[in-house]
């Protein structure tokens, strides 16, 4: 296992999929999750913590944004649920960000 931290922006499907396979990959010695919805948050990082009492690989946390600046490898998997009948397009379009 690297000596890393990962920081994952975003904690709802993808992000908390992705942090678990982090976890049982070994990848990183921290895994930070950052959400607004600390609940969902604090949950996924249960749930997470679970797997790890296995094979104690890494340590997950919840984090914010000042966190993740601190990561050497920052994960954005936040965005907009596809609502029903609603296009790839149309939620990509939802999900821009405009500079």
């Known amino acids: 296992?690297?000596?890393?931290k990962i920081a994952?922006?975003?904690?709802?499907?993808?992000?908390?999929?992705?942090?678990?396979?982090?976890?049982?990959?070994?990848i990183a010695a921290e895994?930070?999750?950052?959400?607004?919805?600390?609940?969902?948050?604090?949950?996924?990082?249960?749930?997470?913590?679970?797997?790890?009492?296995?094979?104690?690989?890494?340590q997950v946390r919840s984090?914010?944004?000042q966190d993740a600046a601190q990561a050497d490898i920052i994960i954005i998997a936040a965005g907009k649920a596809q609502k029903p009948g609603q296009t790839r397009i149309e939620l990509l379009t939802a999900n821009k960000i405009y500079y």
């Open 63 to 65: 984090g914010t944004a």
């Open 1 to 4: 296992m690297k000596h890393s």
């Open 31 to 58: 895994i930070i999750l950052v959400d607004i919805n600390e609940t969902r948050c604090h949950g996924e990082i249960l749930d997470l913590s679970d797997a790890i009492s296995f094979n104690g690989a890494s």
């Open 8 to 26: 994952i922006i975003g904690a709802g499907i993808v992000g908390s999929t992705t942090a678990y396979a982090l976890v049982l990959k070994k």
